[in-house]
């Protein structure tokens, strides 16, 4: 079960925030990247970690140049307190 902080840390995710600001589903995004079903919901949870080639092709999706930059920066995040 996904605990209460983790819907904050959620909001904070680049790739959330990305295809949030582009109208782009989840489906969608593992679709055009040919990823398996449910990893861009782990992903933006924190419950998997992007692989370099995951990222880079993320990178070349969002257009996001820094983006192994973002994530890093958002995985060092602790979760919010409740």
Known sequence: MVS??????????????????HRRDAREVEKILRLAPGRVECL??????PTPFELRKLAGLTGLADLTRQWDAWAAQPPAAS
Request: no cysteine.
């Open 4 to 21: 209460d902080a983790a819907p904050q840390r959620f909001l904070t995710n680049p790739l959330w925030q990305w295809r949030i600001a």
């Open 44 to 49: 933006e949870l924190g419950t998997a970690v």
